[in-house]
């Protein structure tokens, strides 16, 4: 086995709590985290992230852009249209789940999450 | 887990802020759709981050708040008065039950109860066809909103895998006989929205895993064109997969359960007939040709650590501040280029009475321009040390040139600085309305309390501690200011009463005024209530001013009843103290049946302030620069003798009164001289704009100090608001000019309607 | 530097090297890569891979080219996609696959 590449992670939050949990899961988790506190913040994080991130999770519900904003305008970047986007929201019903998957969302995870789903769910559509 | 849960609270007092505002918003008429999304997510937000740490209380009310508000928000009903009303309850609850999840007092079930049911109400009346079904979603948390508390363990690196279904909760059926086949064939748009056919098999290996099984995994490669004919986007390979009996179709289902509409996929039970029928089913390659075992997969945990950390926006400066009990010890803010205080009463010498949050949340960019300022200082410091090494004239001019240009630095590091702790006063001033609402319901008013300039911004450890003294004003002013609905009514009122309390940037000061339009102060009842407490003897004379001011003597209170809101030992007098600790004092002015005006002015910083250094009688004394409107020489023509013995001047027109400082400061003995002719005069104003002129005997210089209480290290002493040490080590006391015009026109009253207001001290 | 379609594989010419990861967005990239391979006549050097996803899976098994000392997840994901003989059989030299 050769040495194994960090997997750098966006995530979309504006509620600085769920920012910061997700950091000390997906640190402790040993992946490598960029963030953004909104839509408009999260693409301009993915735009000028280097390296890019190797998936994003963002949040639905956001003030100024919000997730599904946030899928659409990945999905026409060129760079960009095949990256994996898990939404992560407390939302759970169905019309939200919908249309964030006709959005082109990779996956859908409920919050309050743990450690250990947050993981799985990353791995699911990264590794 | 602590650090995030000390944001999470942080988090909550900001989300807070963000629910008043725009229930506020609400309630004044405005319904833009942002507003009451913002409201929502507030909400929303604080539900997310508790149902994070497991607060279950907090996470149940919110939730029934949070269905509420998605009536409103999907226009089910309208934000009619009795809806905010009931928001605006439920935010008071919501709050205290962060407080409580904080460690603070438990919140009483029955309000909770109360509030739940009406939010419930709320929605259930809103929508006829929905009542029902409203109902019972309000009250019920769906099985998939149960709080998961973190935890933070390691992951283990063979940690138990998940189904792959993203709504993790479903619990293995129990094993079936027969093995389950899978087959799938993934589209083209699986791999468009960033999934992958890899990630359904390590979905169904995970199942496996999960039952200590394997999978047995078949591709079929009968599609792939040859390289040349291959388009790189387009899906050709499907698969088949074998998975272990005790696999359930509903787990199995679950992997395709997002992507079900990107992939044609069946489920099998083995031997069974065709168990879950699900999209037309690709023709089944025979098991016979499994090629490959699946090993428990290794090696797909997460990558090893090494994170780097990124910058979010609004920078948090978590650095806990000094308490405000050594006010020099740290600089105040003061908005870029405005001049400081006039008076620093001994500032802020109280010790905080409870513990003051310890950090605070600054705009990157104020961060930035410190940032850029200190660049600069070490340039010019590295430039003053070089030139210091030159001994010829050029280089010591130079040297004087750098040094100049440190100043002004120095002076911008300190706007700088002081623009980081600067803060809106919004914080505070959106708590009053839940003062106001409290108060109001408790004594059966309708007041609707107005806010205006909400983002002046003043130094922080100030802005904390306005909240007592505003609160308790506030409570004043619905207590005895505003009178009952059916006196009002009565004097050609409207029954709702209204009370404005406003802050705004005043000659270097910020004002905060309180405004009611109650009855105003019954000055009658005042003077016999002060009275009959021995406040003051039965034939005292005194002015409007004076028996408004009565208010503010120790145990003093005029409601006929003592209510159970303003009685309780916590009197006028204590506001004053802490707004004279706050280096300002109270003004009142009343209109007998029109209302109440309270006002004062704060120091934008309770550290620095520029001066003019003068002396009087030998002492060198600091008047703050913010209150001097002028300097002259005084021509003995325009100055009138009255018959007290003191002395008016006519400055343009205008008469104010003369104030010899060193007589009024008691520094000399000797009487003024009889000709002020040639004397050097300071005109000075007070916040309110009242004016006096000060007889020095000489203006020497401008400067900045930095302030030291004179009350904390001696006591207080009239006219004097504070202490500083000069450039040569001196001692010097700096003035405190409202005082000094306050004495002034108390002794002479040249406009009575102007400075009535002045007379608080 | 062409060489000669008629020998197999040799030494002399060096391997193509693969990105480290094969995912959907390097397809075009990988395919670029096997074509250049093929017209070279030369293997592709899979010790480098960590990450294979469908549609690469798609390219490498399309052209037939011989993968070079394939690494651990190389290994690991032709076993996942079930198949894992594709490793292990010596590739003729011809793009057509023998099922």
């Given amino acids: 086995m050769t040495e194994k590449k960090i997997l750098r992670v966006l995530t979309i939050d504006d509620s600085r709590t769920m920012q910061g949990m997700l950091r000390k899961a997906l640190e402790e988790a040993g992946y490598d985290v960029i963030q953004g506190g909104d839509g408009i ?77 947050l993981v799985a769910a990353i791995r699911r559509v990264t590794a | 887990m602590d650090d995030i849960l000390q944001i999470f609270f942080q988090e909550c007092d900001e989300q807070l802020q963000e629910l008043e505002r725009g229930l506020s918003a609400l309630s004044d008429g405005e319904s833009e759709h942002e507003t009451v999304n913002a409201v929502f997510r507030a909400v929303h937000s604080i539900k997310g981050g508790a149902a994070s740490f497991g607060l279950d209380n907090l996470v149940r009310f919110a939730h029934v708040f949070e269905n509420s ?109 027969a093995s389950l086949l899978v087959t799938f064939r993934p589209h083209d748009a699986l791999y468009e929205r960033g999934d992958d056919a890899r990630n359904i098999l390590i979905g169904l290996a995970d199942l496996a895993r999960e039952c200590d099984g394997e999978i047995l995994t078949t591709c079929d490669r009968s599609a792939l064109p040859p390289l040349a004919d291959l388009l790189p986007d387009k899906s050709y390979l499907s698969w088949q997969v074998v ?143 070089s030139l210091s090494r030159r001994t010829d004239a050029a280089g010591q001019h130079e040297l004087v040139q750098s040094i100049s240009s440190m100043q002004s630095l120095t002076r911008d590091i300190q706007d700088a600085v002081m623009a980081v702790r600067a803060q809106p006063v919004r914080a505070v001033f959106q708590r009053m309305q839940r003062v106001v609402r409290e108060a109001s319901s408790m004594t059966h008013k309708d007041i609707v309390l107005t806010l205006e300039g909400e983002d002046t911004e003043v130094d922080r450890t100030l802005v904390e501690k306005l909240t007592d003294p505003l609160t308790h004003m506030l409570r004043n002013a619905v207590d005895h200011g505003i009178e009952s609905p059916e006196a009002r009514i009565a004097a050609g009122k409207p029954a709702e009463g209204h009370i404005v309390l406003s802050a705004e940037h005043r000659s270097g000061r910020i004002l905060i005024t309180i405004k009611d339009d109650g009855a105003g102060i019954n000055r009658q009842r005042v003077f016999e209530t002060a009275v009959k407490r021995g406040v003051i003897p039965a034939d005292a004379v005194l002015s409007d001013d004076e028996v408004n001011n009565l208010i503010f003597m120790p145990g003093f209170s005029t409601a006929a009843q003592v209510s159970n809101l303003s009685g309780r030992g916590v009197g006028m007098d204590v506001v004053k103290q802490a707004i004279q600790s706050l280096g300002s004092r109270i003004t009142i002015s009343s209109i007998p049946g029109k209302g109440t005006t309270f006002g004062f002015s704060l120091p934008l910083t309770l550290a620095i302030l520029d001066g003019m250094l003068i002396s009087a009688s030998g002492s060198t004394m600091v008047i703050p620069i913010s209150s001097v409107i002028e300097t002259m020489i005084v021509n003995q023509s325009d100055v009138y003798a009255l018959p007290d013995g003191s002395n008016v001047i006519s400055i343009r027109g205008d008469c104010m009164p003369l104030i010899p400082l060193a007589t009024v400061l008691k520094l000399s003995n000797s009487p003024p001289p009889d000709s002020l002719d040639a004397s050097v005069i300071l005109v000075v104003e007070n916040e309110s704009g009242a004016r006096a002129a000060l007889i020095v005997d000489e203006i020497r210089d401008q400067t900045q100090v930095v302030i030291k209480s004179i009350e904390s290290n001696y006591r207080q002493i009239f006219g004097v608001s504070a202490a500083t040490i000069l450039g040569d080590g001196s001692v010097s006391l700096i003035l405190d000019v409202s005082a000094l015009v306050a004495s002034a026109i108390g002794h002479i009253d040249i406009k009575p309607s102007n400075i009535r207001a002045e007379l608080a001290a | 530097m062409t060489a000669d379609v008629e020998t197999p594989p040799s030494p002399s010419i060096a391997p193509v090297p693969l990105p480290e990861r094969l995912d959907t967005a390097t397809v075009e990239v990988l395919k670029g890569l096997v074509e250049q391979a093929e017209a070279t006549d030369c293997a592709l050097d899979a010790s480098g891979v960590a990450y294979i996803g469908g549609l690469c899976l798609q390219v490498l098994l399309a052209s037939g080219r011989p993968l070079v000392a394939p690494s651990e997840k190389v290994r690991e994901a032709f076993a996942l996609f079930g198949v894992s003989e594709f490793l292990s059989e010596p590739p003729t030299s011809s793009s057509e696959l023998s099922v």
């Fill in chain 1, 41 to 117: 913040e999260g693409i301009e994080v993915l735009e000028s992230a280097d390296p890019p991130p190797n998936v994003i999770i963002t949040d639905i519900n956001m003030p100024r852009m919000d997730g599904f904003g946030v899928i659409e305008a990945v999905r026409k970047m060129p760079a960009f249209k095949h990256l994996p986007i898990i939404v992560l929201t407390t939302e759970s019903d169905p019309e939200k789940k919908a249309r964030a998957r006709a959005a082109g969302a990779t996956g859908w995870i409920i919050k309050p999450f743990s450690s250990d789903s």
């Fill in chain 2, 69 to 177: 508000l998605d009536g409103l928000r999907s226009g089910r009903f309208a934000p009619t008065h009795d809806v905010v009303k009931v928001f605006l309850k439920a935010m008071d609850v919501l709050s205290d039950l962060v407080n409580e999840a904080r460690g603070g007092a438990t919140v009483d079930s029955a309000r909770v109860a109360e509030s739940h049911a009406e939010l419930a109400d709320i929605s259930g009346t809103g929508s006829n066809q929905n009542a029902s079904q409203a109902a019972t979603t309000e009250d019920v948390i769906p099985a998939d909103f149960s709080p998961v508390p973190m935890d933070f363990e390691p992951v283990p690196a063979d940690f138990e895998p998940v189904p792959f279904d993203f709504d993790f909760g479903e619990e293995e059926a129990p094993p079936a006989a």
């Fill in chain 2, 243 to 385: 998975l272990p009996p005790a696999v359930s179709e509903d787990n199995a289902n679950a992997v395709f359960d997002w992507i079900s509409e990107d992939c044609d996929f069946s489920i099998v039970r083995e031997g069974a007939e065709a168990a879950a029928p699900q999209e037309p089913t690709i023709e089944q390659p025979e098991p016979a040709e499994v090629v490959a075992v699946i090993p428990p997969v290794e090696d797909h945990e997460a990558p090893p650590p090494a994170p780097t950390p990124s910058v979010a926006h609004p920078v948090q400066i978590l650095s806990p501040l000094p308490a405000p009990a050594t006010p020099d010890a740290h600089p105040g803010p003061s908005p870029a280029g405005s001049a400081a205080s006039s008076t620093a009463n001994g500032a802020a010498q109280t010790a905080a009475r409870k513990p003051e949050q310890a950090s605070i949340r600054v705009d990157l960019h104020r961060i930035d321009d410190l940032m850029d300022l200190v660049g600069e200082l070490v340039i010019a410091q590295a430039a003053i040390e």
